[in-house]
Every structure is written in C-alpha cells, then in structure tokens.
T-cell receptor
Framework: DQQVKQNSPSLSVQEGRISILNCDYT??????FLWYKKYPAEGPTFLIS?????DKNEDGRFTVFLNKSAKHLSLHIVPSQPGDSAVYFC?????????????FGKGTKLSVKP | GAVVSQHPSRVICKSGTSVKIECRSLDFQATTMFWYRQFPKQSLMLMAT?????????EQGVEKDKFLINHASLTLSTLTVTSAHPEDSSFYICSGVGPQWTQYFGPGTRLLVL
C-alpha cells in the first residue's frame, strides 16, 4: 500500500507557465515533506521542503503548499523553464526528515516545452 | 549545497560475483547514511540505514547477508552486493544527512548483473 502517491506520471507545460505537481499521502504521522528533482541516471536533488506546522514554503520559483486536512501537498513552479524538465519526487518523513525513512512517491515526469 | 559522490557510476558483472559500491560525503560529515534502490518506474525504496561505527539497520525484506554495509568513517559508507544475480540489477542510490538535517543524495550506481 503506497503511503505517498503521485497520481500523475507525467505533466507537460509550456515555458513561462505555471507547473503544478501534486502529491497525496495517507499516513497522518508524516510531519515533514520534501520535493526532489531527478534527471535520468542521477540521484535526486533536494528542491524544497515543508514542515507540517506550515502550510506554505517558498524558495524562488518554487513554492510548496501543504493541506494537512486533505493530506495533500503540491509543488508550484513559476515560471516554468525548459531546464525544469525532469522527474519530480515527493517524499515524506515522520522523523522531521533527518532520520528514518523517506517514503517516496513514484514521481512525476515534467516536460517544459519552449 | 552538500555533495555526495558514488563510485562506480555504472557496473556490469557476471552472476555470482560480488560488487562493492562506495558512497562518500565530500564536504560534510554524515553520521547516518541511507541506501536506496530504484527499479524502473518505481519509487526509491529504502534498503538500509547505515550508522558510523555500528551495524546497519535493514528494512524488511532486505537480506543483510546479501547486501553488506560498512560505514567505517563519517564520510564513507560502502554497499557490497554479494553473489549478485540478475534480479539484483537496479539503480542504487545513497544519501547522507547533511546541513539543515536534509538528506543529500549521491548520483547513483547502475548495476547490471548478467
């Protein structure tokens, strides 16, 4: 049973527009959420995180929103750029992200078209 | 950001042989390192948690005698796949807990067992 779900395997967006990547989770014990970006044959690169005590965290073009009641988080990229094309993984932790499992979703492949 | 390296990046071996993968934190000390495995179109799955100076903790379903982990220093952890078989072919990724209690991932090692 998947505890972290990314229901869209792929997303295509025009350059300059907003990209919205969604993630749902089932475990109410998760208290820390992270987004990673991954290129083929490379390890994931940390993008942005959010603690369960917040509902929004922003870093440049990247914003993560957390809706605890819906057990849903999303990553917004504005404006989208061709270099953002990659697979994006949502991950969750019940240890503040520093120790223990990071439970990953299956990823969403984002394609940003020029 | 914190940098984690892995060596080798790609390895092909014959069935029955052993393969060692090194994971190094280059600019930070990692008391804890994690080893993940990713099969095609699947999530990254945690295999084991490696703590410097002590025995690794393995996730359910991961054979500790097959996947030997050694974390001899604060910057180096090794994963040895013993008597590798074709079903062990996968993408192996390590991570270290770095600044701001975030996991930083290595670039991964692609293992192909013939």
């Amino acid at each position: 049973d998947q505890q972290v779900k990314q229901n869209s395997p792929s997303l295509s967006v025009q350059e300059g527009r907003i990209s919205i990547l969604n993630c749902d989770y089932t475990n109410s014990m998760f208290d820390y959420f992270l987004w990673y970006k991954k290129y083929p044959a490379e390890g994931p690169t940390f993008l942005i995180s959010i603690s369960s005590i917040k509902d929004k965290n922003e870093d440049g073009r990247f914003t993560v929103f957390l809706n605890k009641s819906a057990k849903h988080l999303s990553l917004h990229i504005v404006p989208s750029q061709p270099g953002d094309s990659a697979v994006y993984f949502c991950a969750a932790s019940s240890y503040g992200g520093s120790q223990g499992n990071l439970i990953f979703g299956k990823g969403t492949k984002l394609s940003v078209k020029p | 950001g914190a940098v984690v390296s892995q060596h080798p990046s790609r390895v092909i071996c014959k069935s029955g042989t052993s393969v060692k993968i090194e994971c190094r934190s280059l600019d930070f000390q990692a008391t804890t390192m994690f080893w993940y495995r990713q099969f095609p179109k699947q999530s990254l799955m945690l295999m084991a948690t490696s703590n410097e100076g002590s025995k690794a903790t393995y996730e359910q379903g991961v054979e500790k005698d097959k996947f030997l982990i050694n974390h001899a220093s604060l910057t180096l952890s090794t994963l040895t796949v013993t008597s590798a078989h074709p079903e062990d072919s996968s993408f192996y990724i390590c991570s270290g807990v770095g600044p701001q209690w975030t996991q930083y991932f290595g670039p991964g090692t692609r293992l192909l067992v013939l």
